[in-house]
Nanobody, 124 residues
Framework: QVPFVESGGGLVQPGRSLTLSCAAS????????IGWFRQAPGKEREGVAC????????DYSDTVKGRFTISRDLAKNTVILQMNSLKPEDTAVYYC?????????????????WGQGTQVTVSS
């Protein structure tokens, strides 16, 4: 099992920002495509953003495009999800995941290795 650890979740007001981190130990995240996914209560898990290996490309869901940014911090061996202009509908458990390939996918079924998730709640 890939030892991902997600962090940075919490309670935030609508319109504010939050930064999530996905860290791993024992392997270099830069070697693989990494995705961020989320699952709200009673809903299917959905892809939010992903980044190809070696920063060769990114992809975003239409619901977050222009508000969320995925990037890598090579020094910390982490993948960052910067979330701006948060909305109540962004409330969910956020996970990072990979299939240990070079090209990323926003399709949850195409990612085999998952972290435990971090809760994000957007509410006034």
């Amino acid at each position: 099992q890939v030892p991902f650890v997600e962090s940075g979740g919490g309670l935030v007001q609508p319109g504010r920002s939050l930064t999530l981190s996905c860290a791993a130990s024992g392997f270099f995240l830069d070697l693989y495509a990494i995705g961020w996914f989320r699952q709200a209560p009673g809903k299917e898990r959905e892809g939010v953003a992903c980044i190809d290996s070696s920063n060769s490309g990114t992809d975003y869901s239409d619901t977050v495009k222009g508000r969320f940014t995925i990037s890598r911090d090579l020094a910390k061996n982490t993948v960052i999800l910067q979330m701006n202009s948060l909305k109540p509908e962004d409330t969910a458990v956020y996970y990072c995941a990979t299939d240990l390939l070079n090209r990323c996918s926003l399709i949850p079924e195409e990612n085999a290795y998952w972290g435990q998730g971090t809760q994000v709640t957007v509410s006034s």
